[in-house]
């Protein structure tokens, strides 16, 4: 009886220590949501950012008076603390 009571305590408590992350976490992403967005932030590698999980990785670039679509691939290409775009080809 004693050992179950035991069990049940850590059980609560680790339940109670993935509640608080949870909800850290989901403080941190509204705070990601608010805040102004750079390409860095839109970057394929950029694991942490909840924008490019929600929009995508393309950013529109002006060209020739037009804007073409280019996929943000990196936010630290070749460790120099730069972005990597590649323009988007449709075909068809």
């Known amino acids: ?15 109670g220590i993935l509640e608080i992350l949870l909800l850290l976490w989901g403080i941190w992403g509204v705070i990601q949501l608010n ?8 970057g394929y590698d950029n694991l942490l950012s909840v924008v490019n999980k929600l929009e995508g990785y ?7 008076g ?22 988007e080809i449709s075909v068809g």
């Open 58 to 64: 393309t950013v529109y670039l002006k060209e020739n």
């Open 35 to 42: 805040k102004p967005l750079t390409i860095k932030d839109i």
């Open 1 to 15: 009886m004693v050992k179950m009571k035991t069990i049940k305590s850590i059980i609560l408590k680790v339940v």
């Open 66 to 87: 037009e804007y073409e679509p280019y996929l943000v691939l990196s936010k630290d290409y070749n460790g120099a603390k730069r972005c990597a775009v590649v323009a």
